[in-house]
Every structure is written in C-alpha cells, then in structure tokens.
Nanobody, 129 residues
Framework: QLRLVESGGGLVQFGGSLRLSCAASGYSLDYYAIGWFRQAPGKDREAVSCIISRGNNPDYADSVKGRFTVSRDNARNMVFLQMNNLKPEDSAVYYC??????????????????????WGRGTRVTVSS
C-alpha cells in the first residue's frame, strides 16, 4: 500500500524559500503522478502543481508559476517542491497526493482532487510579512 509523508514545512519570512519533500513508501512512485495541494484556514483546497512519473512537463497554478518548482527522484521514491519568493498568501498546509496514470498521460492542476487516491497528512508552511 502506497503511503506518502510530507516534510520541510515551517516558518519563513516574506521572500524566503522552503523545500518540501514528499516521501513515498510501500510502493514505487514510478507508476504515479504526484500532485501538490495546499489549504489555508477558511479557504478551499488549491492545487499547486502536478508532475508525472517521468518528471517532464510539470504543471503549476498561476499563483505559483515562476516561484515554485516541482521535481522528483524516483530512485529515492521522493518528490520535492522548491518554493522561492514566498508570500504570506502562500501560508497553508501543503499536501502531496498520488494518482496512478498511464505512462504518457499528463497531469494538470485542473485535474479533480478526488482523482488522487493517496494523500499525505500535510506539512504546514507559514510565511510572515
């Protein structure tokens, strides 16, 4: 059974950087696309990025384009979200989630979150102004 654990969250100042990690266990990530989502208090869950198993052509929400970069290391069974130039509005609990896709199928931040069937428990990011 695939399990995901996020780490790397914390408190950072406006303009700072954090690198989130999503560690998988129980199954190889080779067969999964990974999405990053976030949810701030009182707000709806928002898709941040999505990366397919091969790691090419990741998709990003407009709100994070140019600031966030998603990558993956399938050999280590891990996915990363590098977040630069952080803003207070980036404060949220960040989750990684997995979806099994055919090898050449692209994933998008517009894909329904309900399609992602394995979720981590989240890591909190707080950006101070």
């Amino acid at each position: 059974q695939l399990r995901l654990v996020e780490s790397g969250g914390g408190l950072v100042q406006f303009g700072g950087s954090l690198r989130l990690s999503c560690a998988a266990s129980g199954y190889s990530l080779d067969y999964y696309a990974i999405g990053w989502f976030r949810q701030a208090p009182g707000k709806d869950r928002e898709a941040v990025s999505c990366i397919i198993s091969r790691g090419n052509n990741p998709d990003y929400a407009d709100s994070v384009k140019g600031r966030f970069t998603v990558s993956r290391d399938n050999a280590r069974n891990m996915v990363f979200l590098q977040m630069n130039n952080l803003k207070p509005e980036d404060s949220a609990v960040y989750y990684c989630a997995a979806i099994s896709l055919a090898p050449k199928t692209q994933c998008y931040v517009s894909d329904p979150a309900d399609l992602f069937h394995v979720w981590g428990r989240g890591t909190r990011v707080t950006v101070s102004s």
